[in-house]
């Protein structure tokens, strides 16, 4: 297959994101939830909640920081390609369907576990309650892969969470470069970082083309401050971006850092805001545009997805997006 110059294939943790609001914290209280933590729950922990929140309104939308990144280059009219592993459920069903519906192509191991699901709860205060059941999302497993599924693309996204499967992830990154694909890697989280170091300085080393990372991110894999530890991500990959939060980010490719600002944002729920962030600068990788570009995409989408409940962004913002980002090609 001919390969699509623009195109992005990403790999992750395939959730559903199950947002749901409540009036106050009784409910979280009977579900032994503490209020603003994130709980991971086991199968029948997991059927109790959905059992017990059947009767309240919520919104669905597919999830995990790779599907992210991957719905929103789909969003701006980026061919991409999703690989993870669902159940044979309605949930299951729903990712698909969602995914499609924006424009996603996906490829998907079924697993008799049920669909991965983070439930969010979130009271007047705007205050989000996660309990996540990952369930049939780790499942996926080296000998699902095979080099067809790598072939026609020109960059490969994988976020940091699978990590914790290391077998999955190296057959991955092979898979790619034999495909002739640049890798870009999210650390996703500074817990998954700490427990992980060294295997994942082994990716830098071998694999890596892009790094992602926050700031406790990239505090937690080199015991350095952003500036410091940019460049040492640097060192070993073509492209580094480290995310300040509130400060912006940094940038170095090609030996030549830049200070990339944050956009001014009304801040309702930061979920998914680094996940659109790499969508953003993808994009403007795979367009052949200048670093500081690219980092101003990433710095518009995750603004802008921030000022949004959830994810998924109405279709007037993205078109607002695509015009932002229209008005400042031809600047």
């Keep these: 297959m001919k390969k699509n ?8 943790n395939a959730l559903m994101d199950i947002l749901v609001r409540i009036d106050n914290e009784n409910l979280l209280k009977w579900l032994k939830l503490p209020k603003g933590s994130m709980t991971l729950v086991d199968r029948d922990k997991a059927i109790h909640i959905l059992n017990r929140i059947q009767s309240l309104p919520k919104s669905y939308a597919p999830g995990g920081s790779a599907a992210n990144t991957i719905r929103g280059l789909a969003a701006l009219d980026t061919p991409a390609t999703y690989i993870g592993s669902t159940g044979n459920d309605e949930l299951g069903e729903m990712f698909k369907k969602s995914m499609s519906d924006e424009h996603v192509t996906t490829i998907l191991q079924h697993s008799d576990n049920p669909t991965g699901h983070a439930i969010t709860f979130i009271t007047p205060d705007s205050e989000r309650t996660f309990a996540t059941f990952l369930g049939a999302a780790t499942e996926l497993s080296a000998g699902q892969l095979d080099r067809f599924m790598f072939t026609g693309h020109r960059i490969f996204h994988i976020e940091g969470y699978l990590v914790l499967n290391r077998d999955l992830v190296i057959r991955a990154f092979q898979l790619a470069k034999q495909a002739g694909l640049e890798i870009s890697y999210d650390m996703a989280s500074y817990n998954v970082v700490e427990e ?5 300085r082994e990716l830098l080393t071998e694999y890596v083309d892009i790094i992602f990372a926050n700031e406790e991110e990239a505090r937690a894999f080199t015991g350095k401050e952003p500036e410091d530890a940019l460049e040492e991500l640097a060192a070993t990959c073509k492209v580094a971006v480290v995310k300040t939060g509130d400060s912006g980010s940094l940038v170095t490719m090609e030996k030549e850092t830049y200070l ?11 979920t998914g805001a680094g996940d659109l962030y790499a969508a953003g600068f993808l994009f403007g990788y795979v367009n052949g545009m200048l670093p500081e570009q690219c980092g101003k995409i990433g710095s518009l989408l995750g603004g802008k997805v921030i000022e949004t409940i959830g994810t998924r962004m109405p279709a007037e913002i993205w078109e607002q997006v695509r015009e932002q980002i229209r008005q400042s090609i031809e600047d």
Excluded: H, Q, W, Y
């Design 260 to 270: 990339i600002r944050a956009i001014k944002a009304e801040s309702l729920d930061t």
């Design 5 to 12: 110059p623009d195109s992005v294939l990403g790999m992750g």
């Design 196 to 200: 992980n170091k060294n295997f994942i």
